[in-house]
């Protein structure tokens, strides 16, 4: 069988059954709440007050095999509920999910034996010993044959470079060390579908970028399908052509990154450097910032060449840049723009 | 059944590694599992002696017996994974087992039976420190010796059933402490370990027999110090092999109403 190599089975089954497929998704979570004091305490032992938290409201969406898409939103999204429901750790209050045409919430064998989650605030590493047992006893829990549990322990140990960690005991590695076997231990029984739930969180930027980069290396070795939350612009940007950009529960947009960038930005920046920050600039457009005769604007789209040729026109530039506004930036446009 | 196997040894090996990561706490954890059957020993010797020789049948020396072997069986059969499972809802660890492909309670099994391989041997020491003390009358006889096998084994999987489906608590309250308040008394007054059965009023006897701990420790200890004779061997096993099969049924719907509530409620 093919499961360990090269993997056929997930290229070109264009019109095939997508390998995620969510209609119509809601999660509502019911929660008892009570003022805080003594007196709300005994009066909550009569009559509880319930309230309900639509945490998925409706969401729809399809992910082909092989596909790697990056999903956003701020803390409290949705998100993490998504990817629970997903992966079958929670019922759906509504809607359909199938995963590799399963029914996630049902946890039948078969299906979790091809997909994995991947928590950057949880771990599954057994504290006191070292990494190496745990991938052990995961290799019996998922009755990994021996022969391909060699050959990806070997690959996942090269990718991450974690040979030297994997005789210490867990508790004695740093958060980033830790990520890295968190990640080794969820991927070697070679998941077909990989739900990554902010994997680089808290970590430094170089650990990101390596993971960064050895997630899009599995992609492409092992057409794994990836649905990845992050906190972090640059591991979407890295990572994700397709984003889905979830508030409140809903999904606010579906598609390309650049896309997404066209649609919510209404401005570009322009960096012209001048001999000295003398010249007023704010004639051309919103001044953002002025230091050391860099000169910062910001101007509508639309005026953008207009702008940029009247400056050179009219003032003795030495550089001019224009840019597109941080991803960061379009974010937060996104977020206040479905929020209103 | 092979893969099976494969797990509990491999969860064997990293339960071993584990505890002997903690060799510290280890041997404060069983100095408590040999001063409680003590405490018991020397109180109903005591009341034994000053009754003037017996009391429900059992001598000075024979309760020394009783509580020596309780001390070991009671040590094969506990658990803790009541205790676990409070932990596990709590810092919801368990959303990565609910993600094998595997029931948890193999895991659990595998590692409680690692944690024993560790410490038997230290009981059996203490035992026999106490055997020089405490002067135990043991009448063995080949039959109670045979059979006392099989009982510790059923005892074994019947409480590890009945106090998995008491952990299942866990999932439906965060209150668990009282709930497993009341299931420590239960084990303690219906095993057994408070007082041998006989001791007990009649009632309470009756209650012992329905009630599945008397079944889980004081029946092997019955067994083995011939206390237990002819066809009550039998109906004891019988009544065993009952509750396993109650508890195997218990701990599978539990078990799945559990679950559709924990992945309804949050995960």
């Known amino acids: 069988m093919g499961r360990f190599h090269e993997d056929s089975r997930y290229t070109g089954n264009v019109g095939a059954e997508p390998v995620i497929r969510v209609r119509d998704l809601k999660k509502t979570y019911v929660t008892s709440e009570r003022e805080p004091g003594l007196r709300a305490a005994l009066a909550s032992l009569v009559r509880r007050r319930k309230s309900y938290v639509q945490a998925v409201d ?18 409290g999204a949705g998100k993490t509920t998504t990817l629970k429901m997903l992966s079958g750790l929670l019922h759906p209050t509504s809607g359909e999910i199938a995963v590799l045409s399963f029914v996630p919430a049902r946890r039948e064998r078969a299906f979790l034996r091809q997909i994995t989650l991947v928590m950057g605030q949880r771990n599954q590493l057994v504290w006191d010993i070292p990494a190496a047992d745990t991938f052990e006893l995961n290799r019996a829990i998922y009755r990994i044959p021996a022969a391909d549990y060699r050959r990806t322990l070997d690959e996942l140990v090269a990718l991450l470079e974690i040979g030297p960690l994997l005789g210490k005991p867990v508790r004695n590695l740093s958060l980033g060390e830790r990520m890295k076997c968190e990640i080794a231990a969820s991927l070697l029984h070679r998941p077909t579908v990989v739900f990554l739930d902010e994997p680089t969180i808290g970590l430094d930027v170089t650990m990101q970028r390596r993971i960064r980069a050895f997630i899009a290396e599995y992609n492409r070795r092992h057409g794994a399908t990836v649905l990845l939350t992050s ?9 994700a052509k397709r984003v889905l950009v979830i508030h409140h529960g809903r999904l606010l947009f579906d598609g390309e990154l650049a896309a997404l960038v066209e649609r919510f930005t209404a401005h570009k920046t322009i960096a012209v450097r001048l001999r000295d920050c003398a010249a007023d600039l704010g004639a051309y457009g919103e001044v953002v910032s002025c230091e050391d005769g860099l000169t910062t604007l910001r101007v509508p789209k639309a005026e953008t060449a207009r702008v940029t040729s009247r400056i050179l026109a009219d003032l003795p530039v030495i550089d001019l840049t224009v840019e597109d506004p941080p991803i960061e930036d379009v974010i937060e446009q996104v977020f206040t723009r479905g929020a209103a | 059944m092979r893969g099976l196997g494969d797990l509990y040894l491999q969860q064997l090996k990293t339960g071993l590694a584990t505890m002997l990561q903690y060799r510290g706490s280890l041997v404060i954890w069983l100095i408590g599992n040999v001063l409680e059957p003590l405490i018991y020993l020397v109180v109903w010797s005591t009341v034994s002696r000053s009754t003037g020789g017996t009391v429900g049948g059992y001598g000075a020396r ?12 009671n040590q094969v059969t506990f658990s803790w994974v009541m205790y676990e499972f409070d932990y596990r809802i709590r810092e919801g660890t368990f959303s990565a087992d609910l993600l094998h492909p595997l029931h948890p309670i193999h895991a659990d099994i595998a590692e409680n039976l690692s944690s024993k391989a560790v410490s038997l041997p230290f009981m059996i020491a203490a035992a026999a420190g106490l055997s020089v003390v405490f002067h135990p009358v043991f009448r063995l006889s080949p039959l109670a010796a045979a059979a006392f096998v099989p009982a510790l084994v059923l005892a074994f999987l019947v409480r590890f059933l009945v106090d998995w489906t008491v952990a299942l608590a866990a999932f439906w309250t965060t209150r668990v402490s009282a709930i497993n308040q009341i299931h420590y008394m239960a084990v303690l007054f219906f095993s057994g370990q408070i007082a041998p059965l006989a001791v007990l009023p009649r009632p309470l006897q009756v209650a012992a027999n329905i009630l599945p701990f008397r079944w889980t420790v004081g029946f092997p200890v019955e067994l083995l110090l011939g206390r237990v004779t002819g066809p009550r061997i039998l109906a004891g096993f019988a009544v065993q092999g009952a509750w396993l099969l109650a508890g195997a049924l218990l701990v599978r719907y539990v078990w799945r109403a559990s679950v559709k509530r924990y992945s309804a409620v949050g995960a």
Do not use: K, R, T
């Open chain 1, 231 to 239: 906190h972090y612009m640059a591991d979407v940007e890295a990572l």
């Open chain 1, 58 to 75: 409706g969401i729809s969406f399809d992910l082909e095999a092989g596909e790697m898409v990056g999903f956003l939103g701020p803390n």
């Open chain 2, 62 to 73: 024979d309760f020394a017996a009783y509580y020596i072997v309780l001390m070991l069986v």
